[in-house]
T-cell receptor, first 114, second 116 residues
Framework: GAGVSQSPSNKVTEKGKDVELRCDPISGHTALYWYRQSLGQGLEFLIY????????KSGLPSDRFSAERTGGSVSTLTIQRTQQEDSAVYLC????????????FGNGTRLTVT | AQKVTQAQTEISVVEKEDVTLDCVYETRDTTYYLFWYKQPPSGELVFLIRRNSFDEQNEISGRYSWNFQKSTSSFNFTITASQVVDSAVYFCALSEAISNTGKLIFGQGTTLQVKP
């Protein structure tokens, strides 16, 4: 079946501009996660959605970052007034939402802020 | 606090050598899961294995094997007879039952290079 789909695969933007990254999870997966992977770094948790519950935003690095999940499916991660330190690969994952459920990752969006 | 440490940043081996990737974790939870993921050059993280905190049996899958030892809080990954296709970044991760979110805490990753 279809995996997690992310778009765009690459995004180059100028400092100060806003960007939107999209994630389409695996059908039927109730949980959706955003992670950030900076060059040479591990994966940093950003935000988590589970069904209709309030999202866990504890990993968002600043108030310039926000995310939505509409209809319990597609999610959009928005970064406002981008900074060069926002350059990274943004990975989306989905799962069945239990603590023992493997996360299934998309290919990520590589964001470059110039 | 929960934490996953992969002390080996990079490992380089020659094809057919065995290699072990180390993973040490910290958690206050008694119920948790440990995971290994592979990230090949293409970038997508691929799930390899899941192990729960109550099952310390070692697991073998083909050339891959995992050694889970609660006494040392370690979950090491061994590749036997390594191949060039094993070249990738490998991540160890922890999920705690107490959070019940499935949120993974990742280590920094180990880059494995297998040379022909």
């Amino acid at each position: 079946g279809a995996g997690v789909s992310q778009s765009p695969s690459n995004k180059v933007t100028e400092k100060g501009k806003d960007v939107e990254l999209r994630c389409d999870p695996i059908s039927g997966h109730t949980a959706l996660y955003w992670y950030r992977q900076s060059l040479g770094q591990g994966l940093e948790f950003l935000i988590y959605f589970q069904g209709n519950s309030a999202p866990d935003k504890s990993g968002l690095p600043s108030d310039r970052f926000s995310a939505e999940r509409t209809g319990g499916s597609v999610s959009t991660l928005t970064i406002q007034r981008t900074q060069q330190e926002d350059s990274a690969v943004y990975l989306c994952a989905s799962s069945q939402g239990l603590y023992n459920s493997p996360l299934h990752f998309g290919n990520g969006t590589r964001l470059t802020v110039t | 606090a929960q934490k996953v440490t992969q002390a080996q940043t990079e490992i380089s081996v020659v094809e057919k050598e065995d290699v072990t990737l180390d993973c040490v974790y910290e958690t206050r939870d008694t119920t948790y899961y440990l995971f290994w993921y592979k990230q090949p050059p293409s970038g997508e993280l691929v799930f390899l294995i899941r192990r729960n905190s109550f099952d310390e049996q070692n697991e073998i899958s083909g050339r891959y094997s995992w050694n889970f030892q609660k006494s040392t809080s370690s979950f090491n990954f061994t590749i036997t007879a390594s191949q060039v296709v094993d070249s990738a970044v490998y991540f160890c991760a922890l999920s705690e039952a107490i959070s019940n979110t499935g949120k993974l805490i990742f280590g920094q990753g180990t880059t494995l290079q297998v040379k022909p």
